[in-house]
């Protein structure tokens, strides 16, 4: 089990440049892969053709996931706040044209000094989150830190903004819903979630599936 000082380090740029310098060649999943979540993805990400929805990867890190789903055609956009790491990925997978890393933050994500392109409001189809929120959480769930109140917040306001009327915000959680939940909750869209590979491990998974409303005042 991680110490209290570890869980609150996750949340750092520092502890995941020191991380992600350390270079290797594989991927690496902090949740399952998309082996695991395939049926959640495939039955939420809209299916290429007719539409071609531009997705968005919050806090890529080394997950397989984009390049699993560039296999099916989709245009992403894989943002994460290390330089380190982006550099690292955009070397690896500069051949491929449907996928762009972009160093951002994505607590504000409308452009950083090393990358002056940000996201435009009402911009993305997708947003992706695989573990970003969790490891901006820490200390009692029914009681968050101020600075953990402070770093969701800004997040999920960013989420929202970023996201087109109609967008789908797709995060998967191994935190209990009624925790998260008040922290996801926004006027702006209706929040739904399901259980993933139930039984299958000591604890479940949640898929939060979040419609951002197609006109203002209705989440459909």
């Not at 290797?24 to 929805?53: K, M, Q, V």
């Not at 560039?70 to 955009?90: A, P, R, T, W």
């Not at 869209?189 to 209705?218: M, R």
């Amino acid at each position: 089990m991680a110490d209290a000082k570890t869980v609150e380090e996750v949340a750092t740029l520092e502890y995941w440049d020191a991380r992600y310098s350390r270079r290797e060649d594989s991927a690496y999943e902090w949740f399952g892969s998309y082996t695991d979540f395939r049926s959640f993805f495939d039955r939420h990400i809209p299916a290429l053709p007719p539409s071609n929805p531009l997705i968005v990867h919050l806090g890529c890190g080394r997950s397989a996931l984009p390049t699993d789903l560039l296999h099916y055609g989709y245009h992403q956009l894989c943002v994460d706040f290390s330089k380190v790491l982006i550099e690292e990925m955009n070397e690896q997978h500069k051949a491929q044209w449907r996928l762009e890393f972009r160093v951002m933050d994505v607590r504000d994500m409308t452009g950083t000094e090393e990358s002056s392109i940000g996201i435009e409001d009402s911009s993305i189809d997708v947003a992706i989150d695989k573990g970003t929120l969790d490891a901006m959480i820490h200390g009692s769930p029914r009681s968050p830190p101020e600075e953990v109140k402070g770093n969701t917040s800004r997040y999920i306001n960013e989420v929202v903004r970023v996201l087109k009327p109609g967008g789908l915000f797709l995060y998967i959680t191994y935190r209990q819903p009624h925790f998260v939940k008040p922290m996801l909750e926004r006027k702006e869209w209706d929040v739904q979630w399901e259980v993933l590979n139930s039984g299958e491990g000591t604890f479940d998974y949640h898929g939060f599936v979040i419609k951002k409303s197609s006109a203002e005042g209705t989440a459909t």
